[in-house]
């Protein structure tokens, strides 16, 4: 049996966060399947009650798939509550091209993917500038506070 992957973040905001995401990984919104012009009439022609629908829950692209086919599914689901702790996972944008390129060409590249994302609505925690180690990368949150680094 072929197994897939799809990562699911909890979220109170799903359209902001497809918005931020895309832009973020390179991904696109996930259209509804064909057919259907929305998830929610997607999922109301699977039979799923309009109960376990919350208001709005799938008029809009709540999950951003890969458009190349190899990166896994990501879905936003909507939930009431909102953050409160420190995630245990993150991604890590590696944008700087890896040890093999000169550090400051990686610090350029780190900065300038730094700012198209909070152009996009995140924020930087921290820069970790540390010439000794050969490391320059950047700690941000996405618009709901999880925790990523750019590197």
Excluded at 96 to 116: I, K, N, S
Excluded at 119 to 143: N, S, W
């Amino acid at each position: 049996m072929e197994m897939t992957v799809q990562l699911t973040t909890d979220c109170s905001d799903p359209q902001r966060m497809v918005a931020f995401w895309s832009r973020a990984l390179g991904y696109v919104p996930e259209l509804a399947p064909e057919g259907h012009s929305t998830w929610r009439a997607y999922w109301e022609a699977m039979g799923v009650p309009a109960e376990e629908l919350p208001t709005g829950a799938g008029d809009v692209p709540e999950s951003i798939v890969d458009p190349t086919g190899r990166g896994p599914r990501v879905w936003f689901q909507q939930v009431p509550e909102s953050k409160t702790v420190k995630n245990r996972w993150h991604f890590d944008l590696k944008v700087g091209g890896g040890r093999e390129v000169p550090l400051d060409v990686r610090a350029q590249r780190v900065r300038a993917t730094v700012d198209q994302l909070v152009g996009a609505g995140g924020t930087v925690l921290r820069i970790k500038d540390e010439p000794d180690m050969g490391l320059y990368a950047a700690a941000m949150q996405d618009p709901e506070g999880n925790e990523f680094d750019v590197v």
